[in-house]
Each structure stands twice: as structure tokens, then as C-alpha cells.
């Protein structure tokens, strides 16, 4: 079954940047689209972007487009986000997931498992 590790993740001032990294296990990420989503304290969880990593193509959603970056090394079986001119309310858990898009909006693949996901933290 598929596992990812999610880490990066840490306290950022307004403005700031980190990149996080996505460690996939059990499948390889090559073959499938693979995506960010996040979840910040009482909200659902969303998706942000999704890289298809048969062909490279990338999708992000509005919150995030022109400032966050998905990209991935198959070597590494890795999926990475780089994430720019952060504000606070980017404050969430970060998680990655095998992704789907459909119309304007990214979804996780049904019953997928979760990992712990990465807490990313934007403050002064």
C-alpha cells in the first residue's frame, strides 16, 4: 500500500519560504499524479497542487498559484514543494497524497492513507 512522509515543515516569518518534501513508499511515483494538500485548525482538508509525474504536468488552486512550486525527482521517489511569499494563513499541516483534478478542484484518491503530515507555521 502506499505511504508517504511528509517533513519540512517549521515556523516562517510573513514573506518567508520553505520547500517541503514528499517521501513516497510502496509504489513508485513515477507512474502516478501526486499531490499537496493541507488542512488548517476547523477547516477541511484541501488540495494546492498535483504534479503528474508521467508527463509534468502541475495544477494548483487559487490560494496558492504563483507562489508555491510542485516538483519531483522519481530517482528519489520525492515530491517537493516549494512554497513562496508565505502568509499566515498557509499556517496548516501539509500532507501529500496520490491527487486527481477535477474541473478546478484537486482531490485525493479514495481511500488513500494518510501520512502525519508537516506543520508549517507562519508568524511574526
Known amino acids: 500500500q502506499a505511504q508517504f512522509v511528509e517533513s519540512g515543515g517549521g515556523l516562517v516569518q510573513p514573506g518567508g519560504s520553505l520547500r517541503l518534501s514528499c517521501v513516497g513508499s510502496g509504489f513508485t511515483m513515477a507512474y502516478y499524479v501526486i499531490g499537496w494538500f493541507r488542512q488548517a485548525p476547523g477547516k477541511e482538508r484541501e488540495g494546492i497542487s498535483c504534479?503528474?509525474?508521467?508527463?509534468?504536468?502541475?495544477y494548483y488552486a487559487n490560494s496558492v498559484a504563483g507562489r508555491f512550486t510542485i516538483s519531483g525527482d522519481n530517482a528519489k521517489n520525492t515530491v517537493y514543494l516549494q512554497m513562496s511569499s508565505l502568509k499566515p494563513e498557509d499556517t496548516a499541516v501539509y500532507y501529500c497524497a496520490r491527487c486527481r483534478v477535477v474541473g478546478d478542484n484537486i482531490l485525493s484518491t479514495p481511500g488513500e492513507l494518510w501520512g502525519q503530515g508537516t506543520q508549517v507555521t507562519v508568524s511574526s
Open positions: 504534479l503528474d509525474n508521467r508527463g509534468g504536468s502541475t
